[in-house]
């Protein structure tokens, strides 16, 4: 989708459901840069958007294996990012998985092509844009 958002024809604004999730050890938080696609040349959390039919939370576990390997066991929703046009008017939800199985891999080599954890309070300076705001809401409220 273009960075304008989709238009129904009424001409009112669709707003997407975008899941990203926190996969966190020892005050790191895992991001994968982006190769491919909308944010290409940034580091963003793993994530997708909402099928129809999902809940957030299977969403969100389907996203993190798709693009991780990882299989997540324990979630919970922890910051949610409203939708601005810089993030194709994505409503954002980011979930918190306390608990997963799995050593993180590249999957989707054609969109991510690295796996790095960084540190909360150092990440890197091109963040993917929907990622930036619901990181940032999750270390000022100490949600992790």
């Known amino acids: 989708m273009s960075a304008d958002a989709t238009h ?19 005050s790191r ?9 909308f944010g290409t040349n940034t580091w ?7 099928e129809q039919g999902e809940t957030i939370l299977q969403a969100a576990a389907r996203e993190l294996q798709e693009e991780t390997g990882l299989v997540a066991e324990r979630m919970r929703i922890a910051a949610i990012g409203d939708p601005i046009r810089e993030n ?9 998985i306390e608990r997963w199985s799995g050593i993180p891999s590249i999957t ?3 969109e991510i092509n690295q796996l790095c954890f960084f ?7 091109n ?8 990181i940032e809401k999750l270390v000022e409220q100490r949600l992790y």
């Open 8 to 26: 129904e024809k009424d001409g009112s604004t669709i707003i997407h459901v975008g899941v990203q999730c926190f996969i966190i050890t020892d």
């Open 29 to 37: 938080l895992l991001l994968g840069y982006r190769s491919s696609g």
């Open 44 to 50: 963003g959390l793993p994530g997708g958007h909402l």
């Open 88 to 96: 194709n008017y994505h409503l954002q939800i980011g979930v918190l």
């Open 108 to 110: 989707q080599p054609g």
């Open 119 to 125: 540190p909360l309070h150092d990440l890197p300076a």
């Open 127 to 134: 963040l993917l844009v929907s990622s930036a705001y619901i």
